[in-house]
């Protein structure tokens, strides 16, 4: 069966670094086409680099990454630097990228790439806010319809929230960006915290990473050292979700998920709970189940399957 045809929109990162390397880990199965950029845990100057060194350290500077919305709809950005570190990929020692940035914006890309792609062929994969992708489904509402599904990290309802108690950073930093995304009738998954909550990476997983030896696999152990070090404090755990690359994993392995099709909401009027995915988990609504949310992961097979992959880059 042919790869799986997938846009990946980011903003590393070192999480979406691993859901990147994971991805491209596994040509038999997912054909990367291209990768879109957005300000979220850094800045887009710097997500946008971030998503060059990464193509780069897998040794497919052939992926093109197109720079897309620097802030969000509608809010004012906010960036996560206290998790990611300045550069957003701290604790990686990688060189200045010499691939360019493709000259197209990101959304203009999107739309056209969407619209020129038989339907029903491209999956776009939000690893960060969803502004991108909102931005074109408003400026060409056609490509709505014509992707197979948009599968996110972000959200989530049994958990709560970690950008506030009630919403997940990448809903929270663009809430309208992903209201318009799950209101649009695009089939939807969402890996939220309380799936990626269960993707705990462990430091004896981490080295046993890094000591298969390819220097992918080296870079993204160092980079997630780095990560790890602030849920350590907040946590009281050296185990760290590492949310974006439960992305990749639901695309590769989807029967590793507890799931369930589900009503999903975003809240964007109440200043308390503004960006909250409100998941209608036992259907009391009786709403269009407009999302499959992925509750659970089982994460010996997830972090078996990702250490096989990573490792298989240069
Ligand atoms: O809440 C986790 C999400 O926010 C991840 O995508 C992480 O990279 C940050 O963007
Ligand atoms: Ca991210």
């Known amino acids: 069966m042919a790869p799986r045809k997938i846009i990946i929109d980011t903003d590393p990162g070192q999480d979406d670094a691993f859901a990147i390397l994971f991805a491209l880990g596994s040509p038999g199965e997912l054909e990367v086409v291209g990768i879109t950029t957005v300000g979220g845990n850094v800045p887009l100057a710097l997500t946008s680099k971030n998503a060059l060194k990464v193509v780069e350290l897998a040794g497919r ?11 969000p709809m509608v809010r004012k950005l906010i960036t996560a630097e206290y998790v990611h570190g300045e550069t957003g990929l701290d604790g990686a020692d990688l060189p ?112 046993a990473l890094r000591a298969t030896g390819s220097r992918a696999a080296i870079e993204a152990a160092n980079m997630a050292d780095f990560y790890r ?12 979700p590492i949310h974006d690359a439960c992305v990749t994993g639901y695309l590769l392995a989807p029967g590793i998920y507890e799931q369930r099709q589900c009503a999903v909401t975003v809240d964007i009027v109440s200043p308390e709970t503004i960006g909250m995915t409100v998941v209608d988990w036992w259907h009391v609504t009786g709403r269009r189940k407009n999302c499959n949310v992925l509750r659970r992961i089982d994460p010996a097979p997830f972090f078996a399957l990702m250490l096989e992959r990573i490792s298989a880059l240069p």
């Open 229 to 240: 070090q602030y849920g350590t404090h907040k946590f009281a755990t050296a185990a760290r």
């Open 96 to 207: 200045e990228p010499v691939t360019p940035l493709q000259g197209e914006h990101a959304v203009n890309y999107l739309v056209r790439t969407i619209m020129d792609a038989p339907e029903g062929e491209l999956t776009v994969c939000t690893l960060g806010p969803m502004t991108n992708l909102a931005m074109a489904m408003t400026m060409e509402p056609k490509i709505i319809h014509r992707l197979r599904e948009v599968v996110l990290m972000g959200g989530g309802f049994f958990q709560g929230g970690n950008a506030t108690p009630a919403a997940e950073f990448n809903i929270f930093v663009d809430p309208h960006a992903a209201h318009k995304v799950f209101d649009s009738g695009v089939p939807v998954t969402m890996a939220g915290i309380d799936c990626t909550y269960t993707a705990l990476m462990t430091p004896e997983w981490l080295d």
């Open 61 to 71: 500077p052939d992926v093109p990454v197109y720079a897309g919305c620097p802030a």
